[in-house]
T-cell receptor, first 114, second 114 residues
């Protein structure tokens, strides 16, 4: 079975802090994705990556950056956390084909920014 | 801009009933459509993926159909069980000038009562 893990289930940070959310997949998948999920807005794509050191902006990249130095790991970085970044963050991976293949999701990280 | 809606927003049925969840999208230029389930506080689990050239996919008690021309998909769940209680999300792979992207619907929250 594909396993996607996220470094924390719950995280509380203060405004202005630099925040790292880590995601690791164990199936040698090419593609990895970061989403945020908010009540009433659903899931929205922040960034995705087709390969190591490759990244593409999604619908809402502002305030975020990403890093993919190794195939299995995709990091989401909040350079200076703000209260409007309080959300559930979901990481996903897929084998190939960009968005045309089944995505496998991690359990999510619920981030609260005070 | 692709928009995805799901009806109903919430549904409560007694165990054993057959039920249908609906998903609509505004732009028929899609690569595929996926149905996911999300349990409270957890990530998403992919249920079915329908390519744009397909009309339906089946997995166990689940059957998903796709009608691109009318911008609709349905998820049929046969003989519902309490374990089916979850939020069901549909997502379409959008094609635009920037490539592919995933657009999620807001979800239908299903409760199956024993």
């Amino acid at each position: 079975d594909v396993k996607v893990t996220q470094s924390s289930r719950y995280l509380v940070k203060r405004t202005g802090e630099k925040v790292f959310l880590e995601c690791v997949q164990d199936m040698d998948h090419e593609n990895m994705f970061w989403y945020r999920q908010d009540p009433g807005l659903g899931l929205r794509l922040i960034y995705f990556s087709y390969d190591v050191k490759m990244k593409e902006k999604g619908d809402i990249p502002e305030g975020y950056s990403v890093s993919r130095e190794k195939k299995e790991r995709f990091s989401l970085i909040l350079e200076s956390a703000s209260t409007n970044q309080t959300s559930m963050y979901l990481c996903a991976s897929s084998a190939y084909g960009g968005f045309s293949d089944t995505q496998y999701f991690g359990p999510g990280t619920r981030l609260t920014v005070l | 801009k692709q928009e995805v809606t799901q009806i109903p927003a919430a549904l409560s049925v007694p165990e054993g009933e057959n039920l249908v969840l609906n998903c609509s999208f505004t732009d028929s230029a899609i690569y595929n459509l996926q149905w996911f389930r999300q349990d409270p506080g957890k990530g998403l689990t992919s249920l079915l993926l329908i390519q744009s050239s397909q009309r339906e996919q089946t997995s166990g008690r689940l059957n998903a159909s796709l009608d691109k021309s009318s911008g609709r998909s349905t998820l049929y769940i046969a003989a519902s069980q309490p374990g089916d209680s979850a939020t069901y999300l549909c997502a379409v792979v959008r094609v635009d000038n920037y490539g592919q992207n995933f657009v999620f619907g807001p979800g239908t929250r299903l409760s199956v009562l024993p």
